[in-house]
């Protein structure tokens, strides 16, 4: 079984420039049926025409993780979403990135920080955290915000379904 | 007076994985009034969003050479260009190189058979070798190609020019 933790440091350096240089790392406010009715999606994506797809397999197996899969644009992708893999890759690779060190890091507190959350309060600290990362990329649109999630969490039909965590009676009049 | 050289593994690790993610490696033939009216360019070029100029300016200072500047459309490139700058930094950076290992070493070979041209049949040899280089790259227009530079040497206006080395009495027909 291979593990990323044994990638040599010049392995470590070449994905943080690849990374650095045409990957993306980011955090999503996904919605759910989770106590608090969003929760974050983190993810590291690798890129490459679909011609070079080799290349994303032989990355893959280096990284022992991800889902790859081919897009319809020509493009490939290698994803790798989750907790506990995006923070075993970021711990790795975040000494050795560049561009991407800072979001990197931010990214991580976000794994812990969620982790750690026990009420709406301090959830909302953890969408507040990832509204920052959007300083990080380029990244034009974010479809929920930290205040899709305080809008959804104060609105009293959602709190009570929330509370009751049944089948809702009333549906929410948007 | 930095040298390229002195760069650790580490660097050139992520100096090569960079510019395999999001860096270009290329040859053009550009017309001149060179002895067989065409003369290879080649460059290795850097890419960047503008609001991360200071990325290419570390990385200016790193390799210790390189043009760089501000497009007009929100990008900044540091390009090294010409023969001794361009075989210097992909010598360094070919062992490191995963998806442009075969273009740097194309170009390399392109450089020193440049160097050892003494007739127009060696220098369409190289010529040749630069058409090749299109199989590396995604670029879908090449100005300039192996029948270009023959169609020219092969014009008796230009020949007669290219003999008399002075200035042309007779314009080509084109």
């Known amino acids: 079984m291979k593990n990323i933790k044994d990638l040599s440091n010049e392995d470590k350096s070449y994905l943080a420039g690849f990374l650095d240089g045409d990957g993306s790392i980011h955090v999503q406010l996904i919605k759910s049926k ?15 025409k679909t ?3 080799w290349f ?5 197996k280096k990284i022992g993780f991800g889902v790859l899969r081919k897009r319809k644009d020509g493009m490939s992708e290698l994803t790798i979403t989750g907790f506990t893999p995006v ?5 790795i690779l975040s000494p050795f990135l560049k561009l991407k060190k800072s979001l990197s890091i931010l990214i991580l507190d976000i794994i812990e920080e969620y982790k750690r959350v026990t009420s709406i ?9 990832i509204d920052e990362t959007a300083k990080y990329t380029d990244s ?4 929920n915000t930290y ?5 959804y969490l104060d609105s ?8 009751k965590d049944s089948f809702p009676i009333f549906k929410k009049s948007s």
Chains 1, 2 share one sequence.
């Open 121 to 129: 309060a301090s959830f909302l600290e953890v969408c507040k955290k």
């Open 87 to 91: 923070r075993n890759i970021l711990v």
């Open 51 to 53: 011609k070079r797809h």
């Open 34 to 48: 989770t106590k608090y009715g969003y929760h974050p999606r983190v993810s590291v994506v690798f890129y490459q």
């Open 147 to 151: 205040f899709s999630v305080k809008n």
């Open 156 to 163: 009293p039909v959602e709190t009570e379904e929330r509370n």
């Open 56 to 60: 994303l397999m032989d990355l893959k």
């Open 140 to 143: 034009k649109t974010r479809k």
